[in-house]
């Protein structure tokens, strides 16, 4: 497929997070864009003030004119829109090129050196902070995320074609249409069992993503997958070690095979993230990067939205947002949490995602939110699908050992917050849940 014949690119979920970085990347590149979404947002928003066209009412009428042609137009769909999405059916039925995201990805990846990252946890952190190394670096090269870059305010750091980077996704084995060069993975735990069935699929699928590799293959020490490996305080190639924290920032050395650096510096909390560090650095590294560009680089780092983002941080109260929606992303959430305000009473807000990762990890859910001095759920977000009976946000609060517990509505959210008294305050779950998080900041601050 040449992309360059291409003139029309029309997105079927165009305000994804994934799916929205592919449309910037092409209407940035000169391509028409437009599209699809089944509700307004900050993303469609932002898309719209780049003269993309969207509407929010699934009809073929609703296509514009010039996106009805055959041989110029190619469209572009994420495998989170339902079958039956009449769009997409007069796309397919009409003989239009319609791809996956994954697929346009690959295509667009196939023609430059691809630096993935891999990984139930971790990617989109990993993938930033290597996006930002290289930008920093004056590396020509763009890279495709899965977040909104701080440093960028958006999902796509634009930049040459001749490097990309780009998260490779394990949902639906999106990833093994990718060619990489050099790759690396974060973790291999279980996840996405509405496509895989067992664990051991889902692992079997990394494998065969870690074949595609031509190049450099780096993996977290311990993983099953045979490559260079990173980790903390381990036997590991790329080792961080002499951890501290100062000033709510952490300090750390490296030991690649071949060097050491000492006083590496991120802002973020959490040693999840000098995990994540040391990945992009190992990544980073292996493409040339020298040691002390990188070390430059992950000083400026800001962070991504939604992830650990401070929303309040003054003595007395905190806001704290994140994107957890596993149990491990949450405990990684709580372990920095704890770490910084050991001392304070500390309110986890989880709106659950999926009633089928729900259902597959209901009692690892429970013990991890029981962690949290005071929880209050939100109903189940459906996402893509449709209810499983019994699958409820009451039968997990049920389960959690905490006696201050509560289901709440969107409405009420406010007063319960207010009601509960927490000095930390942390807003959980990758579905809408980030879009009451304004509100809730607002009513704080008004509060106090």
């Known amino acids: ?77 994420t495998p989170a829109v339902p079958k039956n999405h009449k769009e997409l059916t007069y ?12 697929e346009i990805l690959g295509e667009i990846t196939k023609n430059s050196f691809c ?19 290289l930008k920093e670096a004056k590396v020509n090269s763009t890279s495709f995320l899965g977040g909104i870059s701080e440093n960028y305010n958006s999902n796509l750091i634009l930049g040459g074609n001749e490097v990309s980077v780009v998260e490779a996704d394990e949902f639906d084995r999106s990833f093994l249409k990718l060619s990489p060069n050099i790759a690396c993975i974060t973790s291999m735990d279980a996840d996405h069992l509405d496509i895989y069935g067992e664990p051991i699929a889902l692992e079997k699928s990394f494998e065969e993503f870690a074949a595609k590799v031509t190049d450099t293959l780096l993996v977290k020490k311990g993983l099953s997958i045979a490559g260079k490996t990173f980790g903390i305080e381990e036997e590991a190639d790329y080792n961080a070690q002499n951890i501290r924290i100062e000033n709510g920032s952490y300090i750390f050395d490296v030991k690649t095979p071949n060097e050491l650096i000492k006083n590496l510096q991120i802002n973020l909390p959490g040693k999840h993230n000098v995990l994540n560090a040391v990945a992009a650095l190992a990544m980073a590294n292996s493409y040339g990067i020298a040691l002390p560009v990188i070390a430059e680089a992950l000083l400026s780092f800001k962070g991504i939205k939604r992830r650990f983002s401070y929303k ?28 910084m305000y050991p001392l304070k009473k500390v309110l986890g807000i989880f709106q659950p995602h999926l009633y089928s990762r729900t259902r597959d990890f209901i009692d690892d859910f429970a013990l991890s ?57 942390v807003m959980l779950g990758a579905g809408d849940i980030g879009e009451l998080v304004d509100t809730v900041k607002n009513k704080l601050k008004i509060e106090n």
């Open 115 to 133: 630096l993935a990252v891999a990984g139930t946890h971790g990617k989109t952190t990993t993938s930033t902070i290597l996006g930002h190394v």
């Open 1 to 77: 497929m040449n992309l360059e014949n291409i003139h029309n690119v029309y997105f079927i979920g165009i305000g994804g997070i994934g799916m929205s970085a592919i449309a910037r990347y092409f209407s940035c590149n000169g391509k028409m864009v437009a599209g699809y979404d089944k509700t307004s947002t900050a993303i469609t928003d932002s898309l719209k003030d780049l003269g993309i066209q969207i509407h929010f009412e699934d009809a073929v009428t609703a296509i514009p004119t010039e996106f009805k042609s055959l041989q110029n137009t190619c469209v572009v769909y």
């Open 91 to 102: 796309f397919i039925e009409n003989n239009y090129t319609v791809l996956k995201r994954s």
């Open 369 to 425: 939110l029981s962690r949290f001095d005071a929880v209050i759920l939100l109903d189940i977000y459906p996402a893509r699908e449709l209810s499983i009976l019994g699958v409820t946000s009451e039968w997990l609060l049920n389960k959690i050992s905490l006696k201050e517990k509560q289901i709440s509505s969107k409405e009420d959210l406010v007063s319960n917050v207010l009601n509960s008294k927490a000095e930390v305050i």
């Open 312 to 339: 309040i941080k003054t003595e007395n109260l905190v806001l704290i947002d994140d994107y957890a929606h596993h149990p491990t992303e949450i405990n990684a959430v709580i372990d920095s949490v704890k770490e």
